[in-house]
């Protein structure tokens, strides 16, 4: 039995992490800012779990967590997520996502702590050159949220080469299942479908991006997790294709029949701020040859069985 830290772990990726690392019989010391109803339903329900609200960006909080009892590893899950919350919030998101890191990392040099994964992001690579990135693709983020993931890559570097600490950054993409808690596609469409209300998007039809399922999420963080040795620090997570908006819609409407799903043709947005809209950069697929070489990933989800799984889930714990 390992122990594990993961922070952010009342959050989406967190907590299906959690959930995953108790299954196999790990012990895990789930920290964040809010423990969250679905949390201690965990921890009640299992000894193994011991729930922790506290804030990351409290450095002395943090150095005195990982002092109490030091974990074999760290999935390090905490941030401020999303392009649309990283410009609302630039300041909340650097002292997050940054000093957080910073954090984090101070209290594992302190107690000897030396594994760490964390969750970056497709969003360091800015606007895809190509229809696949690899991860020597450019890094040029455009907004606060990337900017912030490639500030914690190149941090935990210089961890890496003075501290020793290893850590395996894996670049997700557009991360959805049962749980996402933004309303963002496709929980929007799945929502809208199963209500039986029609939705429209005015534009984004074009948009063509990477959706990694949850459980293949998990997946690629375990297998991070759990490799001795890593010859890099940076590995895509995905599904390895990039369907359109325009097509996971049509793709909803036939898993629901009834649905009415449309998607206007033009640049998508994530929203906007003081009424400025904040579009998407050009996206694509990830190339993951490095991901299935060296940790065995290989992706079980398409979009169709992606969204099929999400469909039925969403449906069982409406009905239940």
Known sequence: MAHILVTGAAGFIGLAVTRALVARGDRVSALDVEIGPA?????????????????????????????????????????????????????????????????????????????????????????????????????????PYGVSKLAVEHLARFYRARHGITTAHLRTSWVYGPGLPRARVPKIFIDAALDGRPLHLAAGAELAVDHTYI???????????????????????????????????????????????????????????????????PKGALDLRRAREVLGYVPRFDIRRGLADYIARERAARSG
Not at 84 to 107: D, F, Q, W
Not at 257 to 281: C, F, N, Q
């Open 39 to 143: 949390l201690a339903a965990l921890a009640a329900r299992h000894r193994s779990v011991r729930a922790l609200a506290g804030e990351i960006a409290d450095g002395a909080a943090v150095a005195a967590l990982v002092g109490a009892d030091p974990p074999d590893g760290v999935i390090h899950c905490a941030a401020i997520v999303g392009v649309i919350h990283s410009v609302r919030a630039p300041a909340r998101t650097m002292r997050v996502n940054v000093e957080g890191s910073i954090n984090l990392l101070e209290a594992m040099r302190l107690h000897g702590v030396w594994r760490m994964v964390h969750i970056s992001s497709e969003e360091v690579y800015g606007a895809f050159r190509g229809p696949v990135a690899d991860e020597d693709h450019p890094q040029s983020p455009v907004g």
């Open 215 to 281: 459980d293949d999420a998990v997946d690629g963080v375990l297998r991070a997790l759990d490799l001795p040795v890593h010859p890099f620090d940076a590995y895509n997570i995905g599904s390895g294709a990039a369907p359109r908006l325009d097509e996971m819609a049509a793709i909803v409407c036939d898993l629901v029949p009834g649905a009415e799903l449309t998607v206007g043709p033009g640049p998508y947005d994530h929203g906007s701020v003081e009424g400025v809209p904040i579009p998407s950069v």
